[in-house]
């Protein structure tokens, strides 16, 4: 398990001998975040970093458990000094307070009435050797496992003519998730698995690129979810497992009618923690 340090916050090689000057915004945040992660004491199982290309371009293409996964994606790039350009919804471009740190990472911005510009320019990032984050599920996925993909991580993957970085992140969910309000406390462990690279071969079709991927997104969430460390707490403390497993998050049925509403904007907000409830140790 990593638990970064106050050393890591300062460290000069961090993001290699000669970082690039556009990206001092980017390195700011892996920082400030990496400040977050001492102070709560978060705890990271951080494998398959080698998988993770030094140069050229690369998908990475994650399921999604919660709001902070790309940040602990991120991590999984950090040892071979790549930042990871993600793609993420348009609103959180147009927040005036997220909007301008998403612009200068570079991030990639996505309007789901006209998907087509993002992807053109993930393509492009990715043929300028780029490594671009992908969440292939388009939302949070409310039962813990993979939903289907949309086939757009393995479109710009074939186009591009780079790899698909298969990920699994999990347990940040146990901290921010959907239809929850957020909890902060101390040593909260969070898995992040990176997969041998997928090559669409010559001609491949874009679906059978997408099946390869998803199957190795099962089976690193698996892998995941079977070397947590921690269990719940008791019967009230198994909504962060999936119903497989013997949790009591929705089954995926049960998730798709939730999913369909949270793309809809119809999604029931939590109700309100109390905030001495959100930070506990």
């Known amino acids: ?12 090689d961090l993001f290699g001998d000669r970082p690039d000057p556009r990206d001092k915004p980017y390195r700011f945040v892996i920082r400030a975040a990496l400040v977050v992660f001492r102070l709560f004491g978060f705890r990271f199982d ?11 371009g690369a998908v990475i293409a994650s399921n999604h458990v919660s709001y902070f996964d790309f940040t602990y994606l991120g991590l999984g790039a950090l040892p071979q000094h790549r930042l990871v350009r ?6 959180v471009f147009h927040n005036r307070f997220s909007g301008p740190f998403m612009r200068a990472m570079q991030h990639i911005p996505v309007d789901r009435r006209a998907g087509a510009a993002a992807f053109d320019e ?42 698909i970085i298969p990920a699994a992140v999990w347990g940040g969910h146990r901290i921010a998730t959907k239809a929850r309000r ?9 898995t992040v698995l990176l997969g041998e690279p997928i090559v669409p071969a ?3 079709k874009t679906q059978a690129v997408l099946r390869r991927t998803k199957a190795a997104m099962e089976e690193l969430l698996a892998e995941a979810q079977r070397s947590y460390p921690d269990v719940p707490a008791g019967d009230t403390d198994r909504w962060w497992l999936p119903a497989h497993l013997g949790g009591t998050a929705p089954t995926p049925e049960e998730a798709h009618e939730l999913d369909v509403h949270d ?18 140790r």
């Open 1 to 12: 398990m990593y638990t970064a340090s106050w050393r890591d916050v300062v460290r000069r």
């Open 46 to 56: 951080v494998r398959g970093q080698e998988h993770v290309p030094a140069t050229g």
């Open 86 to 91: 993600f793609m993420a919804k348009a609103s």
């Open 122 to 163: 993930a393509v492009r990032a990715l043929q300028a050797g780029k490594v671009v984050g992908v969440f292939p599920e388009a939302t949070i996925s409310s039962s813990f496992t993979v939903k289907e993909l949309k086939a757009g991580a393995a479109r710009m993957a074939v186009q591009a003519g780079v790899p």
């Open 182 to 190: 957020p909890v902060f406390r101390r040593g909260i462990p969070v």
């Open 202 to 204: 010559e001609g491949e």
């Open 263 to 280: 793309v809809n904007g119809t999604a029931v907000k939590p109700p309100r923690t109390p905030l001495r409830q959100r930070f506990r």
